[in-house]
């Protein structure tokens, strides 16, 4: 369905549906045909709404306003607004579970579900000794924009720029860069050669995130043009730097704090009951997504669960005894806080090297939650892995999959669409790190280094070597979905404890959560940048509440 | 209570086509939740629930848009929605975005979108499609403002954004026309962006900049006394007198009533417009929007005060009627509006 294509209709007279008697059996057939399709006027506007269920729809609305406007206390309205709401695209629903909640009132009316106490610990990790930050609600906190890519399903993608006004001063860089590329595209080495040169002086003088950025392209580039192969450009061969690196990013700026974030509420809301909880993190690292979950679990409402950890890391990490020191520690945490843990670490060389029964599950006694932040993308630079990882996933039963990957199409076959995707992307990322001016300089330095090296691997790898192979949600949603998977919306609650947490960010308020098809992305100004969501197997229920 | 409540809901659906009333019906009932007694606002489900689109560089039907941060400061953002450059055809490259404008005369509208001081955005789906349409039909450019929202930024934070965005847009190059070097600029918007419109073309006035036209789609406007349309139309067609007062208590400076100038511009204490620079006015007016009485006597105001004026007063329509293209009056405003920001390029 192209945006906006009703434009060039020449509508007849308004006739309310579904009074739709016209004498030409041509027509009545094309109404009918049309009747059970989306209406096309509200799909342009966000809204999923079949033509046959519009009166049903309307109905339900007007339902609900009689329940509302004989509300005199208000106290339907409160209930309401404490909901937790899901996928308000979808219309029919959206208004369905209002009606329900207000004939269906919660159990426990005291228990305000929206405020599981995740936010609390934003900066805590496993190892290092500091305060807990209490998390308080300012009162005139603005937020404002949302941020998003809706993109439909099928049609051409959508590119979303967002200038920062001193394009005057970035221009020859951008100019240089892109001249570039094309001419590494086009296979005009000694072009590109010549060009390179003129980044690599431009950039030298060009002030902020734009010189920055434009370091890592050139570098990139030149690797291309000199057929320069450094097999350090795949990260897993440095694996303790690029944990450190991770690290810092991790401290320096929200992404990857939102991306635990969002998952851990994903994984909470699908295990309120579960006795017992195991989780299986595809991308071990440093384990800092973690002790936050723990601590949630600790005070769940009816005590904690029996929680345990199954960490994959590469093969590479697994000898250096720094996993089982991790496990260790992970296992004070849980002791101290009340939870009884269990911890256990597989190491593969590649995500689609494991098989359902190394993980060894207990179905009779325990929840399985897959975590992957970031991982599943690696996993696309050798053909048939993914299929394969996604049938490992299906056969251990995970009651939900969460999924954090890159808002960004950085595996087109052409060179120069990703190289050109790429920049757009990582200049927006660079220049939100650009704007936390209370960043520690050595954080934010660690925090380039470490997207420099995804800048490196896009642009200069090829092959089973490039794995930094970011694809957008509309696109994992085709994969997801044809291997099984169903998606779970992420709902209001936990869209207001992200844009929460993005608040205390210093420059906080460039940082933008929105609501998309069921997905939370997080995104700098209108760019979106990260997308959580989650997933259970095809026709299984959705254990929530 | 309850009998008349079914009969204004019975009516309402009788006057627009049945995805139009699902469509406000569902901002009614979602508005209604966000706002809270105390004065307060759920910004977090607002910002949840509104459906959002992403601006586009790739052009869809003749139009593509971008996002500019146009005062980090307030991290003030912008969309541009331009017509597809007709000598080149590949997508604009990110070089390209700002190319200059190619016509003798090119007109550029700058859009503040509704939502009553505190609802939606530049990127909110209804208003990104309506600023879309309005480069399709006018063939000028469309500069749509994200300003600042009320309970959390009140007066004048409104006006103060779209001033600055006047500025911004009246100082690029690229959006000069050729035949005198100058930004043709239009100032439009629909409810509370009518309303900082007309502020907005007031300062303008005071500054110097010129602005070419005012494009006030049912601007939102009010005063201390309760007209005969509010009194006859409330609750009938999605909106009540109730939260009109709620939106206007947000946004207003504390302490202050509907008498304020920002509310009320033509109340005593508002400023005479007679000898005053101001921009020539197009003012849309939906007959079934219970607020009809203070519009039709702004154009009143401007009338009697010697500004030039033209008034739409479209009986049968109510508020949003301009959201979607299945109605008559959609088309006809749409052409008016072509009409008024191109006629200067009529021969």
């Known amino acids: ?545 | 209570m309850a009998a008349s409540d079914e009969v204004n809901l019975i009516e309402s659906r009788t006057v627009v086509p049945l995805n139009t009333w699902v469509l406000i019906s569902n901002f009614k009932l979602a508005y209604n939740l966000l706002r809270r007694p105390d004065g307060t606002f759920n910004r977090h489900l607002a910002e949840f629930l509104d459906r959002k689109v992403s601006a586009n560089a790739n052009p869809v039907d003749g139009v593509f848009s971008f996002d500019v941060l146009i005062d980090r400061s307030i991290n003030l953002l912008s969309r541009v929605y331009r017509p597809v450059y007709t000598d080149q055809e590949q997508p604009p490259s990110v070089l390209e975005l700002e190319k200059p404008v190619d016509g003798e005369i090119v007109p550029v509208i700058l859009f503040f979108h509704g939502g009553s001081f505190a609802h939606s955005s530049a990127n909110s789906a209804i208003y990104d499609t309506l600023c879309r349409r309005l480069v399709g039909v006018c063939k000028c450019v469309v500069v749509s403002v994200n300003y600042r929202r009320a309970p959390e930024n009140p007066y004048p934070c409104a006006y103060d954004d779209g001033w600055i965005a006047l500025n911004w847009v009246n100082s690029r190059s690229w959006l000069k026309s050729k035949k005198d070097s100058k930004v043709h600029i239009f100032l439009a918007g629909d409810s509370s962006g009518g309303n900082i419109a007309h502020n907005v073309a007031l300062k303008a006035g005071e500054s110097g900049i010129n602005v070419l036209g005012n494009i006030l789609l049912n601007p939102m406007f009010g005063g201390i006394e309760r007209t005969e349309s509010e009194k006859r139309l409330d609750g009938k067609y999605f909106v009540t007198v109730r939260d009109r007062d709620w939106y206007w208590k947000a946004f207003l400076p504390e302490g202050e009533d509907r008498e304020h100038p920002a509310c009320n511009p033509f109340s005593p204490r508002g400023k005479s417009l007679e000898g005053v620079s101001f921009p020539k006015s197009l003012v849309v007016v939906a007959g079934l929007d219970l607020i009809h009485d203070w519009q039709l006597a702004y154009a009143e105001g401007l009338k009697k005060a010697g500004q030039e004026v033209k008034l739409m007063h479209l009986e049968k329509a109510t508020i949003g009627f301009y959201l979607l293209p299945n109605n008559i009056h959609f088309h006809n405003v749409m052409d008016e509006i072509s009409a008024f920001v191109n006629a200067e390029s009529c021969g």
């Not at chain 1, 308080?136 to 993109?151: A, C, D, F």
């Open chain 1, 1 to 545: 369905m192209k945006r906006g294509h009703v434009e060039t209709f020449v509508p007849p007279p308004p006739q309310p549906q579904p009074q739709l008697n016209q004498s030409s059996s041509c027509e009545g057939k094309m109404m009918e045909d049309n009747n059970n399709n989306m209406d096309e006027l509200l799909a342009v506007l966000g809204y999923k709404v079949r033509s046959s269920e519009m009166a049903e729809v309307a109905q339900k609305l007007e339902q609900l306003e009689m329940v509302l406007s004989n509300d005199d206390i208000g106290s339907s309205t409160n209930v309401l607004n404490d909901t937790v709401h899901y996928n308000p695209s979808d219309l029919s629903s959206w208004v369905e579970t209002m009606l329900s909640e207000l004939n269906n009132p919660d159990l426990d009316p005291t228990q305000d579900r929206s405020d599981y106490d995740l936010r609390a610990i934003p900066g805590l990790s496993a190892f290092q000794i500091k305060q807990e930050q209490e998390v308080e609600e300012e009162s005139n906190k603005r937020i404002r924009l949302g941020v998003g890519s809706w993109s439909d399903p099928g049609t051409e993608l959508t590119r979303s720029v967002v200038l920062v006004d001193s394009q005057e001063t970035g221009v020859r860089l951008v100019h240089a860069l892109v001249a570039c590329a094309e001419a590494i595209q086009g296979e005009n080495l000694s072009l590109a050669d010549a060009l390179v040169k003129r980044v690599g002086t431009l950039a030298a003088t060009q002030a902020g995130a734009m010189g920055k950025v434009a370091t890592y392209f050139a570098q990139g580039l030149a690797r291309r043009i000199y057929h320069t192969t450094e097999t350090t450009v795949n990260s897993t061969v440095v694996p303790a730097m690029e944990e450190v690196l991770q690290m810092h990013f991790y401290e320096s700026c929200p992404y990857l704090k939102f991306a635990h974030f969002t998952a851990n509420q994903a994984i909470l809301e699908a295990v309120t009951t579960a006795r017992g909880v195991h989780v299986i993190d595809l991308g071990l690292n440093q384990g800092m997504q973690w002790p936050a979950l723990m601590q949630a679990l600790a005070v769940r409402p009816g005590g904690p669960p029996f929680f345990r950890l199954t960490g994959i890391v590469p093969t590479q990490t697994d000898n250096s005894g720094s996993v089982q020191e991790l496990g260790w520690k992970l296992a004070q945490f849980a002791q101290a806080i009340g939870v009884e843990f269990e911890f256990k670490s597989l190491a593969v060389e590649s995500l689609s090297d494991l098989e359902p029964e190394m993980f060894e599950t207990r179905p009779e006694s325990e929840t399985v939650i897959l975590n992957s932040v970031f991982e599943l993308h690696r996993v696309l630079s050798k053909s048939g892995s993914i299929e394969k990882l996604l049938t490992t996933v299906k056969a251990i039963k995970p009651s939900i999959v969460t999924v954090v990957e890159q808002e960004a199409n950085h595996n087109g076959i052409v060179f120069l669409d990703r190289f050109n995707e790429a920049l757009h992307y990582y200049s927006s990322l660079f220049d939100s790190l650009e704007d936390s001016y209370s960043l520690l300089s050595q954080d934010r330095v660690m925090s380039e280094v470490y997207l420099g090296r995804q800048i490196l691997n896009v642009v200069a790898a090829e092959g089973s070597d490039r794995v930094e192979r970011h694809e957008t949600f509309t696109q994992w949603k085709g994969r997801l979905g044809s291997a099984g998977f169903d998606p779970v919306p992420l709902g209001s609650s936990a869209f207001k404890q992200a844009s929460m947490l993005l608040s205390l960010f210093a420059g906080g308020d460039g940082y933008r959560v929105e609501e998309n098809d069921g997905c939370l992305m997080l995104g700098w100004q209108t760019r979106p940048l990260i997308t959580t969501s989650a997933w259970k197997l095809a026709g299984a229920a959705v254990s929530r509440r």
